[in-house]
């Protein structure tokens, strides 16, 4: 078990730029999840997956985020035209699925936008 | 929408001295599940909670479910330096998909 894997850590990037991060979850997990953090807040859902197919969406994700698992294994996600209110705390966590169960999490990606 | 409060936002306390925080859900919650998160790390998680007005223990932590599995706290008797963290609450949501709601998390210091 080598944990929850999230790159880039600090993603620091001009308003109006895209960005795109990965998270690789534990292996045998078939659950992923995409959360957001901001200062003094917990977690908020983005989107999950289980295996390949992306199963719900938080309202919180606009037209500008997109998030893929084509192989259900690793995930990427991507923000086209950032503002500066996409700054924050990116995290993904995994869980073995299905069911509600503990959630193993990255050490996140923190995005800053100037 | 569904919602989990915690209160308080903050707590400091002397080393030595108890700590407790509670967690609300504005709906009823099949379980209930606590994280920690240590400065500049991530949540781990810590328990969950299944059974109505269940008690679980680790060492000297102390979480209970409510009996009406809308409420939830964590107990943490006589707080050592190694506590410091901010310690959340999720519930999953209501259409069961796997997603957790996080309450906004109780941030403690301790002082040493």
């Known amino acids: 078990d080598t944990g929850v894997s999230q790159n880039p850590r600090h993603k620091i990037t001009k308003r109006g730029q895209n960005v795109t991060f990965r998270c690789d979850p534990i292996?045998?997990?078939?659950?992923l999840y995409w959360y957001r953090q901001t200062l003094g807040q917990g977690p908020e859902f983005l989107t999950y997956f289980q295996n390949e197919a992306q199963l719900e969406k938080s309202r919180l994700l606009s037209d500008r985020f997109s998030a893929e698992r084509p192989k259900g294994s690793f995930s990427t996600l991507e923000i086209q035209r950032t503002e500066q209110g996409d700054s924050a705390m990116y995290l993904c966590?995994?869980?073995?699925?299905?069911?509600?169960?503990?959630?193993?999490f990255g050490d996140g990606t923190r995005l800053s936008i100037l | 929408g569904q919602q989990v409060m915690q209160i308080p936002q903050y707590q400091h306390v002397q080393e030595g001295e108890d700590f407790t925080t509670y967690c609300n859900s504005s709906?009823?919650?099949?379980?209930i599940q606590w994280y920690k998160q240590r400065p500049g790390g991530h949540p781990v998680f810590l328990i969950q909670?299944?059974?109505?007005?269940e008690v679980k223990k680790q060492k000297r932590l102390t979480f209970q479910f409510g009996e009406a599995k809308k409420n939830s706290s964590l107990h943490i008797t006589a707080t050592q330096t190694t506590d410091v963290g901010t310690y959340f609450c999720?519930?999953?949501?209501?259409?069961?998909?796997?997603?957790?709601?996080f309450g906004q998390g109780t941030e403690l210091s301790v002082k040493p």
């Open positions: 999720a519930g999953p949501s209501l259409n069961q998909g796997g997603k957790l709601i």
């Open positions: 966590a995994s869980s073995p699925g299905p069911g509600i169960q503990p959630q193993h």
């Open positions: 909670l299944v059974k109505s007005g």
């Open positions: 292996s045998e997990h078939n659950r």
């Open positions: 709906t009823t919650l099949s379980n």
